[in-house]
């Protein structure tokens, strides 16, 4: 993953990941956990915004769909 934002990268919060990526919160959490079995190394890491709040990149969602869509095409 490509970790240099643009100017024009957004801050997704959770509410816009969700519906970005069509996955539940919970997913998204877990996918991102190391001991879980749904862990995905490739999923974009969120970047902390305060002290209890995060939110990921857009471009590196987006890069992580079009990842997904190029994995379906290979298949």
Do not use: C
């Not at 539940?24 to 709040?53: M, N, Q, V």
């Amino acid at each position: 993953m490509n970790t240099t934002s643009t100017l024009k990268d957004m801050v997704l919060r959770i509410k816009e990941l969700t519906q970005q990526t069509g996955l539940a919160r919970s997913t998204i959490y877990e996918k991102l956990k190391a001991s879980s079995k749904h862990y995905d190394p490739t999923f974009p890491k969120p970047i902390r915004l305060g002290t209890a709040s995060v939110g990921w990149l857009s471009s590196e969602v987006d890069q992580w769909i079009a990842s997904r869509a190029q994995m379906r095409v290979a298949a």
